[in-house]
């Protein structure tokens, strides 16, 4: 019962969203604030437009891959941080400081090392994601009970080993968290830097439409970003659920700075 009840009130409350949205805009009645029934109207168009589809496609491109490579570098330093009171020396001065600085702010930055292209995109969606993963790959691996460690560090096992095959699966319940916490930031990251470099992606059609004044579009972007937002954190919490069936259910709190 708990799906399709958790199902209803999500329809109620998009549907309540959408109505506050077509009354507030009805009572506003400003060009930059289209009601919700004129945007809506315009997702089919965008969807089915074949230069806005390769647009979407070149965002989730790079989402995906700085995600991947976040996830790829960011588990091994949480985890090892976890075990090693120097490595935690080494990374937590460097994390601190780069921890509050918006990641867009970087952006021009990178451009100027890397250009306008995608490695540009790429990295700044790489450092929003590695951040929150590292935290939680960090507590996962402190977590982990030093009995189990010496007994395996007693039967011969090494450290590398340990690391693998004691430490990596008693933390994956909480580096999931952090991956789910990151595929969030990974979106935001990727649409804020796309409207700074703007090249193909989500972000770049938002802003062509606000430059031409296109407001239902710009609007249409916002709740297409959104649906995209929701399915991704969904479908990961479906598989989150199926890869640590035997632990507690957790829940991803959205934390850091874009």
């Not at 109505?19 to 965008?46: M, V």
């Not at 491109?61 to 996830?71: K, N």
């Not at 009970?145 to 994956?172: C, D, F, H, N, T």
């Not at 969030?184 to 804020?192: D, E, K, P, S, W």
Request: proline share 5%; charged share 10%.
């Amino acid at each position: 019962m708990t799906r399709p009840v958790s199902a209803l009130a999500a329809v109620i409350a998009a549907a309540g969203l959408l109505a506050a949205w077509e009354l507030a805009a009805w009572l506003a009645g400003i060009d930059g604030f289209p009601p919700a029934s004129r945007a809506l109207a315009q997702i089919p168009r965008i969807l089915t437009d074949g230069e806005a589809l390769l647009d979407i496609a070149a965002s989730v491109q790079r989402m995906a891959v700085g995600f991947v490579l976040g996830v790829a570098a960011a588990v091994p330093i949480g985890l090892t941080m976890g075990r090693s009171r120097h490595v935690a020396a080494f990374f937590n001065p460097l994390l601190m400081m780069i921890y509050p600085v918006p990641k867009a702010a970087l952006m021009p930055i990178i451009m100027l090392w890397l250009g306008v292209g995608d490695a540009s995109k790429t990295l700044v969606i790489f450092l929003g994601v590695t951040l929150p993963v590292i935290y939680h790959s960090y507590q996962g691996s402190r977590a982990v009970e030093q009995k189990m460690l010496w007994s395996a560090a007693a039967m011969g096992m090494g450290g590398l080993s340990r690391l693998v095959r004691i430490v990596l699966p008693a933390a994956l319940p909480e580096i999931l968290v952090g991956c789910r916490t990151g595929l969030v930031l990974a979106l935001i990251t990727m649409v804020t830097s796309e409207m700074i470099a703007r090249q193909a992606g989500l972000g770049n059609i938002l802003f062509n439409a606000l430059d031409m004044a296109q407001y239902d579009t710009v609007y249409a972007m916002i709740v297409i970003v959104g649906v995209l937002g929701f399915v991704l954190d969904a479908a990961f919490e479906r598989l989150r659920a199926r890869l640590v069936a035997w632990a507690a259910p957790s829940h991803a709190i959205i934390a850091g700075t874009t």
